[in-house]
């Protein structure tokens, strides 16, 4: 009896040996395939890691070159505006000079005009001085003061008084004869040709 006994517990031993040894096995196995998923999922991690890490660098990489060229747009707009500001500079100073331009062709055109008007004023001295030289020179032939030389120039130069070497108009204005008190004004002429300058100017 004793040794029967022994002999179904130690079946009993063996039966509960194996069956622990079967159930560490199988929980080893989950174990490893726990360990086989988790090394899977590992690996997939580290690549999508190693992808975003790629992106990052690309990102970084295109955000330093984003920076670089909006530093250089910023200097490019800088200099921009400063040909900008050189340029309007320029344009009013070339403003200011066709204004100098314009103010100085003015005045010149009133230098001009003036100058026109003296021209004038002068001719018409010179024909008035002439007119009285010819008419002081008939009356003196008329009244028999001087003799006329047939060779005497067609314009002939004022004639000088022997007490005085420069030529006075007054001496036109009013002439003396002779033979007698008849006195002579001329100033109705000279009245003419003032009035001819004037409607000229």
């Not at 004793?2 to 622990?20: D, E, H, I, V, Y």
């Not at 010149?108 to 009285?132: C, D, H, I, P, W």
């Not at 003196?140 to 108009?169: A, H, R, T």
Request: hydrophobic share 30%; glycine share 2%.
């Amino acid at each position: 009896m004793g040794c029967r006994r022994s002999k179904t517990s130690q079946k009993k031993s063996q039966a509960r040996f194996k069956n622990l040894k079967a159930a560490r096995k199988s929980q080893l196995r989950q174990l490893e395939d726990q360990v086989q998923t988790f090394q899977s999922e590992n690996d997939s991690l580290q690549a999508k890691n190693n992808s975003l890490q790629k992106e990052v660098a690309i990102l970084t990489e295109f955000g330093v070159l984003q920076s670089v060229q909006i530093h250089q747009q910023e200097e490019e707009a800088q200099s921009n505006n400063e040909l900008w500001a050189i340029a309007q500079k320029e344009c009013w100073e070339a403003q200011k000079k066709v204004i100098q331009q314009d103010e100085e062709i003015v005045g010149l055109k009133g230098e001009v005009k003036q100058l026109k008007r003296e021209n004038k004023s002068a001719m018409y001295s010179t024909k008035y001085f002439e007119n009285k030289y010819y008419h002081a020179m008939s009356v003196i032939q008329k009244y028999g003061m001087i003799v006329v030389d047939d060779n005497m120039p067609k314009s002939p130069s004022p004639i000088l008084s022997s007490s005085s070497s420069s030529f006075s108009s007054s001496s036109y204005d009013q002439i003396f004869v002779a033979d007698g008190p008849d006195y002579i004004n001329d100033n109705n002429n000279n009245n003419n040709v003032d009035n001819n300058i004037n409607n000229e100017q």
